[in-house]
């Protein structure tokens, strides 16, 4: 198996991102790789008291965003395009409990020029499906990734765009 750990940083700018920015010291710092042999991006997680909905369980928005986080990087690291989120539904399985380790898996499903699909699903430590999501994204080009960004496209990130 080949894991490659996926930052922000590697791109070329700096990110304040709610769900994976390390940094954030309000975000949920989810930690993201790319298998390249399986072909997603995966991330284990457990999150703790500050994040709960109900008194033992993770607060359902929460594990929305990082479903959502986990198809983006996967249109990014294996789709190889910049994307946002336009359409999405969800479905949840069963309880992701506070404090207990979980992973979440996301894969591209379908890439078109204008629009990507994408799904992702969160599992226990049993392997049990605990939620899950489907995606539309809308691929972004050099010109919208760099309003996105902001007006310093990273010579990475602009690099990355132009291969593409």
Not at 106 to 134: H, L, N, P, Q, Y
Not at 144 to 152: K, S
Request: aromatic share 8%; with cysteine; glycine share 8%.
């Amino acid at each position: 198996m080949s894991v490659i750990a996926i930052h922000n940083e590697d791109w070329g700018f700096e990110s304040n991102c709610f769900v994976c920015e390390p940094k954030n010291a309000h975000g949920l710092r989810v930690p993201f790789f790319h298998d390249t042999d399986a072909d997603i991006v995966f991330a284990d997680f457990e999150l703790g008291r500050e994040f709960s909905g109900a008194p033992s369980l993770v607060h359902g928005g929460l594990l929305l965003a990082v479903l959502d986080e986990a198809m983006a990087w996967a249109c990014i690291a294996i789709g190889h395009r910049w994307a946002v989120t336009v359409e999405s539904s969800a479905k949840f399985h069963g309880a992701v409990y506070l404090d207990k380790p979980h992973r979440v898996e996301a894969r591209v499903a379908a890439s078109g020029e204008e629009r990507m699909e994408a799904t992702a699903r969160i599992i226990d430590r049993k392997e049990r499906i605990r939620a899950e999501a489907a995606g539309t994204l809308a691929v972004l080009g050099e010109a919208q990734a760099t309003r996105v960004i902001g007006d310093n496209l990273g010579s990475s990130a602009g690099d990355y765009l132009k291969q593409q």
